[in-house]
Each structure stands twice: as structure tokens, then as C-alpha cells.
């Protein structure tokens, strides 16, 4: 029976959840013991008077909402190591510099978060704790101002990189939720069976992915709906094998998951020569067997790749043939 109030949460953003008690309990476990580990390790340094901490300053309280990324949604993108260390450190950097020019706390701390989010989207490593670092910085007390560029090496980088370390370990002790996350992902290549062919998928069949994940997914239903119906429509689009294989060029096999791959051709013998010595010797770039290379015969190749791509800030698109 539906929900008579279907339309509230819809407007609130209250997702299902579809993770286990036990994951919750993980996630809350693991968001704890990281936190006290940071103040551990900062006490550590403090203690042995290797750091100028001006007024005793352990822990920022960026460092919580970054123990819920790194331990309730260790496989999101915000949550990476790339993420997490260079937007903090970066985010520090801009809010000592935005302090030390305008003094004035308006001003500098709104100039202070714009120039994070700024920075942090061209540099890859959008984190939005790193928001808070920096404002942290700018409405902080006299004494962390006396800290100045010190503020970078500590608290913040002694505190990444004990959060950091923190969440590998503790997450690796659940094959699940291995983080980083490529390290997941490369344990479930040995392990995820290959799909049948020809299957359309449906949002059900994402929801019930979501299910077996078991793990906090970062992104609305509504939002994976309009993800699966624009995927559909560049489907739509599909052709059949490249009519020619020509070097220098970048190919898909067209598959979906941990069996999709991008290889480029590298080099090619002349294409005068019999089918049997027309060969191609290329290199995988991305997806399956990444980094990997190999030779085969063109028309091997040809029938692997399922179309042309090209690469567009980082994203491989597929590539019409023209006539």
C-alpha cells in the first residue's frame, strides 16, 4: 500500500536505507575510533614538543563530518584519499591566506569557502569538510591565527593523515567496504559473475543492486532513474562494430561494470598484408586489465570493439562514424 506520505519525503530527501544494522554499527564504530585516533596522534606530537600547537589544538571539527564520509561512505566519491588530503590541506591554505590579507571575518570567510569549493572543483578533490577547514581558520581564536602556515601541517595534515590511515585499516577488515575504494572494486572483478546478455535494466534492478551492496550510496533514487534513462538514450545510439580500426584511436568494448574496457591502438602492421598477419598491438586504459597491453589480429579487434570513444574531461564518450 503506498505511503500517504510519499510526497513529504520526497520533498524532505528522506531516503530509503537499505543497509544492514550490522553496517550501520560498523560505520558508527568506525567513525568513533577514528576520531580517536586523530586526538591520540595529536596528543603524540604535542607531547613531544614536535609541533608548535599554539593554544593546544587537537582536533578540527571538520574532522568529524569527514569520519562520516570515510566510514558511513567509504566507496563515495568525495570520500577518496585524494579527496579527502588535498581538499583539507588546500582548504587550509586558502583560509590562512584569506585571514592574513582581509582581517575582516565577513568578508574573509565567505572569500575563504568560495575559493575551497573553487579550487577543490578544478583540482579534482571537492571534500566538503574542506569548506569548514578553511572558514575554521578564519574564525578562529588569536592564537590559532598565530599558528599561520604551520596550520596546514598541523592539526590538519597530522589529523588527515591519521584519519586516513585510520580508515584503511579498520575498513579493511571488511571485505565489502574496502577503502580505498579501488582496492573493492578490484576484489569484486575475481568475484562477480559475468551478466547475461541482452538484459534491460530497470530501476528495480538498481534498487536491488543498492540492496546487495549493502553500503551507503551517495546518490537519490531519482537521481540513479534519470542516470538510467540517459544511459538508455546514448544506448540508443549504439553502433555496430567500428568498420575500420585505424591507429592511434580509442575503442570500447561496450560492456557495463567490471567487465567494461577502453583500449587504444598503438601501432599496426600494413593493412596490405593477409588477415592473418594484419596485426594491432594496443594498450588497455581504462576498466578491466587497465595499464595491461597486447597484439591480436585486426579483425579480432574489430569484433571486441563494440564502437569509438574519445575522452572528454576524464570521461570516455562514444564517437559517431561518420560516412
Same mark, same amino acid.
Given at each position: 500500500?503506498?505511503? $500517504?506520505?510519499?510526497?513529504?519525503?520526497?520533498?524532505?530527501?528522506?531516503?530509503?536505507?537499505?543497509?544492514?544494522?550490522?553496517?550501520?554499527?560498523?560505520?558508527?564504530?568506525?567513525? /568513533?575510533?577514528?576520531?580517536?585516533?586523530?586526538?591520540?596522534?595529536?596528543?603524540?606530537?604535542?607531547?613531544?614538543?614536535?609541533?608548535?600547537?599554539? =593554544?593546544?589544538?587537537?582536533?578540527?571539527?571538520?574532522?568529524?563530518?569527514?569520519?562520516?564520509?570515510?566510514?558511513?561512505?567509504?566507496?563515495?566519491?568525495? $570520500?577518496?584519499?585524494?579527496?579527502?588530503?588535498? /581538499?583539507?590541506?588546500?582548504?587550509?591554505?586558502?583560509?590562512?591566506?584569506?585571514?592574513?590579507?582581509?582581517? *575582516?571575518?565577513?568578508? $574573509?570567510?565567505?572569500?575563504?569557502?568560495?575559493?575551497?569549493?573553487?579550487?577543490?572543483?578544478?583540482?579534482?578533490?571537492?571534500?566538503?569538510?574542506?569548506?569548514?577547514?578553511?572558514?575554521?581558520?578564519?574564525?578562529?581564536?588569536?592564537?590559532?591565527?598565530?599558528?599561520?602556515?604551520?596550520?596546514?601541517?598541523?592539526?590538519?595534515?597530522?589529523?588527515?593523515?591519521?584519519?586516513?590511515?585510520?580508515?584503511?585499516?579498520?575498513? *579493511?577488515?571488511?571485505?565489502?567496504?574496502?577503502?580505498?575504494?579501488?582496492?573493492?572494486?578490484?576484489?569484486?572483478?575475481?568475484?562477480?559473475?559475468?551478466?547475461?546478455?541482452?538484459?534491460?535494466?530497470?530501476?528495480?534492478?538498481?534498487?536491488?543492486?543498492?540492496?546487495?551492496?549493502?553500503?551507503?550510496? =551517495?546518490?537519490?533514487?531519482? *537521481?540513479?532513474?534519470?542516470?538510467?534513462?540517459?544511459?538508455?538514450?546514448?544506448?540508443? &545510439?549504439?553502433?555496430?562494430?567500428?568498420?575500420?580500426?585505424?591507429?592511434?584511436?580509442?575503442? $570500447?568494448?561496450?560492456?557495463?561494470?567490471?567487465?567494461?574496457?577502453?583500449?587504444?591502438?598503438?601501432?599496426?602492421?600494413?593493412?596490405?598484408?593477409?588477415?592473418?598477419?594484419?596485426?594491432?598491438?594496443?594498450?588497455? &586504459?581504462?576498466?578491466?586489465?587497465?595499464?595491461?597491453?597486447?597484439?591480436?589480429?585486426?579483425?579480432?579487434?574489430?569484433?571486441?570493439?563494440?564502437?569509438?570513444?574519445?575522452?572528454?574531461?576524464?570521461?570516455?564518450?562514444?564517437?559517431?562514424?561518420?560516412?
Amino acid at each position: 500500500m503506498p505511503n $500517504s506520505n510519499q510526497p513529504i519525503r520526497q520533498w524532505l530527501g528522506i531516503e530509503r536505507n537499505s543497509t544492514s544494522h550490522a553496517e550501520k554499527i560498523v560505520s558508527a564504530l568506525g567513525a /568513533g575510533l577514528g576520531i580517536a585516533v586523530v586526538f591520540f596522534c595529536s596528543q603524540y606530537f604535542i607531547a613531544l614538543e614536535l609541533i608548535n600547537a599554539g =593554544d593546544q589544538i587537537l582536533i578540527l571539527a571538520s574532522m568529524g563530518a569527514t569520519a562520516v564520509l570515510l566510514f558511513a561512505v567509504p566507496h563515495g566519491a568525495l $570520500s577518496q584519499p585524494w579527496q579527502v588530503l588535498a /581538499g583539507h590541506l588546500i582548504s587550509a591554505a586558502i583560509g590562512v591566506s584569506c585571514q592574513r590579507m582581509l582581517p *575582516g571575518m565577513i568578508l $574573509s570567510g565567505a572569500l575563504a569557502v568560495g575559493l575551497s569549493v573553487g579550487v577543490m572543483y578544478y583540482l579534482r578533490c571537492i571534500h566538503p569538510p574542506g569548506g569548514a577547514t578553511a572558514l575554521a581558520f578564519v574564525i578562529g581564536s588569536p592564537a590559532l591565527h598565530t599558528l599561520g602556515y604551520q596550520y596546514i601541517i598541523f592539526p590538519i595534515l597530522v589529523n588527515v593523515l591519521a584519519i586516513l590511515a585510520t580508515a584503511v585499516i579498520f575498513n *579493511g577488515f571488511f571485505y565489502w567496504r574496502r577503502y580505498p575504494a579501488h582496492f573493492n572494486t578490484k576484489k569484486r572483478l575475481t568475484t562477480t559473475p559475468t551478466p547475461a546478455t541482452n538484459i534491460r535494466l530497470t530501476t528495480e534492478d538498481f534498487s536491488a543492486a543498492m540492496h546487495d551492496l549493502d553500503s551507503f550510496i =551517495d546518490i537519490t533514487e531519482e *537521481g540513479i532513474t534519470e542516470l538510467l534513462e540517459r544511459a538508455q538514450h546514448h544506448a540508443a &545510439l549504439n553502433a555496430p562494430h567500428p568498420s575500420k580500426i585505424v591507429a592511434g584511436r580509442y575503442y $570500447s568494448n561496450g560492456k557495463i561494470g567490471n567487465e567494461w574496457s577502453i583500449r587504444q591502438v598503438v601501432d599496426d602492421a600494413n593493412t596490405q598484408q593477409p588477415s592473418s598477419k594484419d596485426l594491432v598491438i594496443y594498450k588497455v &586504459l581504462a576498466g578491466h586489465e587497465a595499464y595491461e597491453t597486447g597484439i591480436c589480429q585486426r579483425e579480432e579487434f574489430r569484433q571486441w570493439a563494440q564502437f569509438e570513444v574519445y575522452e572528454n574531461a576524464g570521461r570516455w564518450l562514444k564517437k559517431r562514424e561518420t560516412s
